[in-house]
């Protein structure tokens, strides 16, 4: 299901309204519902069970497709969970990638063995990442390899359902549940609940909620730049960089599923930049900008696709974002989870 639903994150306009073509795509749509609905049976019949693997598991996910700011709720989610003692982990299917086996990520491992955002979450957290298909059996091995994790947090795992969670966070941005359609006449993947599903999150990647589901908000900007070699040393990014590049035309390039999002937050710190959107996990395999091109910007879900000694002459920055959703999101993620020391005693392989 998640594969047909990237298919279709390219029709973000036809989700937003109930218009021609969206109608004519609420066939296929109910051809997805039904789809869904025998996934979900074998669960609700008790013929299967969702299975535990021994620590907390924290999902994190979205109802609607195209990019609604899941990998920085992921990033947030973990720093929260270490601040509180925790030793989480993270598991994710790894969009993208070419081969199908259990796979640690290293900060070295080919964006194509992995996945890109997977990658960018090792950078970004240091934490234990671990891709597959089978989240059960991603949990497992990642727990195997690291017996001290006290927690595991799903990436994208909304739709998993094999995998037993505690608690599980809802992404929404400014578009909210969009038409109100299933794909591919609208934006969701599963229909939009009428009250907040139990052990359930919602955090706004918007200035405002965008659904009636109760629901905190993030804060969402750019912390600073970084040149793209120094990024891939792990330099910190500079608010003072960021702000130099107000001085200098740019070409700005985004493989993610909402670009102009990006390019929003470059404009709101006065630089001036000549927009290439790229389709979502662009392999950047073909510099998007001319050669010869002085200054280029990128996201970092996009720097880890760019080798520095490949750019050439234009010098390539990094633009960090900070996100941060505001405070009682912590304490009701905290609410719904054991403590540190209790989870860490509930792993079988500690």
Not at 25 to 34: K, S, T
Not at 192 to 219: C, H, I, M, W
Request: net charge positive.
């Amino acid at each position: 299901m998640a594969r047909l639903s990237s298919r279709f994150a390219r029709l973000p306009d036809t989700w937003l309204s109930r218009r021609w073509p969206a109608w004519g795509l609420l066939p296929l749509a109910a051809l997805y519902a039904g789809l869904a609905a025998l996934h979900r049976l074998p669960f609700r019949l008790g013929w299967r069970h969702a299975e535990s693997v021994g620590v907390p598991v924290v999902v994190v996910g979205n109802l609607i497709a195209g990019g609604a700011g899941k990998t920085p709720t992921v990033i947030a989610v973990v720093r929260l969970l270490q601040q509180r003692g925790h030793l989480p982990g993270v598991v994710s299917r790894g969009h993208g990638r070419t081969e199908l086996a259990l796979r640690e990520v290293q900060p070295d491992t080919p964006v194509a063995a992995c996945g890109d955002e997977p990658l960018l979450l090792r950078l970004r957290t240091g934490v234990p990442v671990l891709v597959g298909q089978d989240r059960v059996a991603a949990a497992r091995a990642l727990l195997h390899a690291h017996p001290r994790t006290s927690v595991i947090v799903s990436d994208d795992g909304l739709q998993h359902h094999r995998l037993a969670r505690d608690v599980q966070v809802i992404v929404f941005d400014e578009r909210g549940a969009g038409n109100g359609w299933l794909l591919p006449a609208g934006p969701l993947r599963e229909p939009l609940p009428d009250a907040l599903p139990p052990r359930s999150v919602v955090l706004y990647n918007a200035a405002q909620p965008s659904t009636p589901l109760p629901g905190f908000r993030a804060r969402r900007a750019l912390s600073g730049a970084v040149a793209l070699d120094a990024w891939w040393r792990g330099e910190a990014p500079s608010p003072a960089a960021l702000a130099a590049l107000a001085d200098r035309p740019l070409v700005a390039a985004a493989g993610i599923a909402q670009p102009a999002r990006f390019f929003a937050l470059l404009r709101a710190h006065g630089l001036r930049i000549e927009e290439h959107p790229l389709p979502d996990h662009d392999t950047f395999a073909t510099l998007p900008w001319p050669e010869g091109t002085p200054d280029a910007i990128v996201t970092e879900k996009d720097a880890v696709k760019l080798d520095p000694r490949r750019v050439g002459t234009t010098r390539v920055w990094v633009a960090a974002l900070d996100f941060a959703p505001e405070p009682g999101f912590d304490a009701a993620l905290a609410a719904l989870l054991p403590s540190a020391s209790e989870s860490r005693h509930g792993n079988p392989t500690a």
